[in-house]
């Protein structure tokens, strides 16, 4: 084999590294996301209202909407 094909098939396999861990790191924010949901609603439960926890967040009510959407 040859250095040019050599070079290939290792950046080959870096890409195949990137895309695993790209995979890995996607289904991670999804179970935050889930775990992050679940939090807020429990506030919410609690008498907190979306812009109070907008305020503590820093966030707008909406992005709270969005959160709590997912």
Same mark, same amino acid.
């Given at each position: 084999?040859? *250095?040019?094909?050599?070079?290939?098939? !290792?950046?080959?396999?870096?890409?195949? !590294?990137?895309?695993?861990?790209?995979?890995?790191?996607?289904?991670?924010?999804? *179970?935050?996301?889930? !775990? *992050?949901?679940?939090?807020?609603?429990?506030?919410?439960?609690?008498?907190?209202?979306?812009?109070?926890?907008?305020?503590?967040?820093?966030?707008?009510?909406?992005?709270?909407?969005?959160?709590?959407?997912?």
């Amino acid at each position: 084999m040859n *250095r040019s094909n050599q070079s290939h098939e !290792e950046t080959i396999e870096r890409i195949k !590294e990137v895309r695993a861990q790209a995979i890995e790191h996607t289904r991670q924010a999804r *179970r935050f996301a889930v !775990e *992050r949901r679940d939090l807020m609603q429990g506030l919410i439960e609690d008498g907190w209202s979306q812009a109070d926890i907008a305020r503590e967040l820093g966030v707008t009510r909406q992005a709270i909407q969005k959160m709590l959407s997912f």
